[in-house]
C-alpha cells in the first residue's frame, strides 16, 4: 500500500513539474554576421506522440510520458500495459473532466500489443514514440521507428551494480539495498541486480542483509512466467556452486532470496532478473569491480557506498550508467534526466535542462533585408 500510495504522489509531482516547465520553453537569437540579417531558433510541438507503458507503474509513468508532451502542445496515443490499463484509463477519464479537450489525449488498452504498436511505428502521422519496457522489444522498435526516421526515446532493461567498498557505513548500504531490491517485489528496471561487496565485508553485509530480508512480506509476481525464470537462474546458479537461501515459490508468490558467493558464470550475473532475487559477489580491488560492474550490456544505473569522497566520484565516473546514487539508492527525481547507457536504452526524460525537448522540434530562423 505505501508503494502504491508512493506512486500516485510521484505521478501528481509530474504533473506540476511539467505544467510548471512548460511555461520556460524559449529559442534564442544569435549575432549574425551579416548586418543585414538578423539569427533566431524557435520551437515547435513534434506532432502526434505513441506512448507505450509498462505494468510495473501503471500510474506514474504514462503521467511521465504524457503530461510534457501535452504540456507544449503535442496530442497523445498512450497504449498502456494490457496487464494494467485501469489506472490510464482513469487518467484519461479525470483529464476529461478537467477540460482537457477531446483528442488530445487518446487511450487504447487492448489484448494484442504487437498490433497496436505496429500501427504506431508505421503510421507517419506518429511523429514520435516513447517507450518504457524490455531491451529485446525496444529494439524491435527502434528497427521499426527507422522505415518512417521516426524520432523514439527507449528506456529499457537494467542489471544495476551495487558497490560496497570495505569502508562504506554497512548499515546504511544494507538498508538502502534492502529498500531499493524488494521494492515492487524487485519488479523495477533499476533496481540493484548485482551486489559486489567488498571482501573485507562481505560476511558482515551478507549476514545482516540476510537477517533484514526475514522480515519482508512480499506480494506476488505479475505472472508464472516471471516466477519460472527466477527458478532457472537459481538452478544454474546451485549447480554452478551458489549456496541459495530462500528460493521457494506458491504459485505467483516468490519468497524473499539471498544467493552468495556468485559468479559471473551463472546465468544471474548476465540477465535483467526482475524478481526477489539477490546474488553477492565478492571483490577486492577497484579496478576489479569496476570491471565486472561494466561487463554487461545494460547500463541504466549504478551504486556506490564508500565514505571515500574521492573514490566515489573517480568510480562514479567509470561506471556505464545513466545514473549513479553515491550512498543513496533514491536516483529518480522528475529534476534529473532519466535514461540508460548502451543496451538500456536511448534518449532522456525529465530533469531541469531539457525535459520538454523530446517532444519539440527546433526551427531556425533568418530574417534578411533589414
Not at 167 to 179: H, K, P, R, S
Not at 328 to 341: D, M, R, V
Request: hydrophobic share 40%.
Amino acid at each position: 500500500l505505501h508503494e502504491a500510495e508512493e506512486e500516485i504522489y510521484d505521478g501528481a509531482l509530474f504533473l506540476e513539474w511539467y505544467a510548471e516547465e512548460a511555461k520556460r520553453v524559449h529559442g534564442y537569437t544569435a549575432l549574425s554576421p551579416d548586418p543585414s540579417r538578423r539569427f533566431m531558433t524557435i520551437k515547435q510541438p513534434i506532432g502526434v506522440v505513441g506512448v507505450i507503458t509498462p505494468w510495473n507503474f501503471p500510474s506514474a509513468l504514462p503521467l511521465q510520458k504524457c503530461v510534457p508532451a501535452i504540456s507544449v502542445g503535442c496530442t497523445v496515443i498512450l497504449k498502456p500495459a494490457e496487464e494494467t490499463p485501469l489506472s490510464a484509463l482513469e487518467h484519461a477519464k479525470l483529464a476529461q473532466e478537467a477540460g482537457l479537450p477531446e483528442g488530445v489525449l487518446n487511450v487504447i488498452s487492448c489484448l494484442d500489443p504487437q498490433e497496436v504498436g505496429q500501427t504506431l511505428m508505421e503510421n507517419p502521422l506518429v511523429r514520435k514514440i516513447t517507450f518504457t519496457g524490455s531491451t529485446e522489444v525496444g529494439r524491435l522498435l527502434m528497427e521499426q521507428a527507422g522505415k518512417t526516421v521516426k524520432k523514439i526515446s527507449l528506456e529499457l532493461g537494467g542489471n544495476s551494480p551495487l558497490l560496497v567498498f570495505d569502508d562504506a557505513n554497512c548499515d546504511l548500504a544494507v538498508e538502502q539495498a534492502i529498500g531499493i531490491k524488494f521494492y515492487n517485489c524487485g519488479q523495477v528496471c533499476n533496481t540493484i541486480n548485482r551486489f559486489f561487496i567488498h571482501e573485507k565485508l562481505y560476511d558482515t553485509f551478507v549476514k545482516k542483509f540476510h537477517k533484514q530480508m526475514e522480515t519482508l512480506k512480499l506480494g506476488p509476481l505479475l505472472n508464472a512466467t516471471l516466477a519460472d525464470k527466477l527458478e532457472r537462474l537459481l538452478k544454474d546458479a546451485k549447480e554452478k556452486g551458489a549456496h541459495i537461501i530462500g528460493g521457494k515459490r506458491r504459485g505467483q508468490f516468490f519468497e524473499p532470496t539471498l544467493v552468495s558467493e556468485a559468479t559471473p558464470h551463472m546465468a544471474l550475473f548476465h540477465e535483467e532478473i526482475f524478481g526477489p532475487v539477490a546474488p553477492f559477489y565478492r571483490f577486492s580491488s577497484e579496478e576489479e569491480v569496476l570491471a565486472l560492474a561494466n561487463a554487461t550490456e545494460y547500463g541504466l544505473a549504478a551504486y556506490v557506498f564508500t565514505e571515500n569522497m574521492g573514490r566515489s566520484l573517480r568510480v562514479a565516473e567509470a561506471l556505464e550508467a545513466g545514473s549513479v546514487g553515491i550512498n543513496t539508492t533514491a536516483i529518480y527525481s522528475e529534476l534529473l534526466p532519466f535514461g540508460g547507457w548502451k543496451q538500456s536504452g536511448l534518449g532522456r526524460e525529465m530533469g531541469l535542462e531539457k525535459s520538454l525537448d523530446p517532444f519539440l522540434e527546433t526551427k531556425s530562423l533568418v530574417i534578411g533585408g533589414i
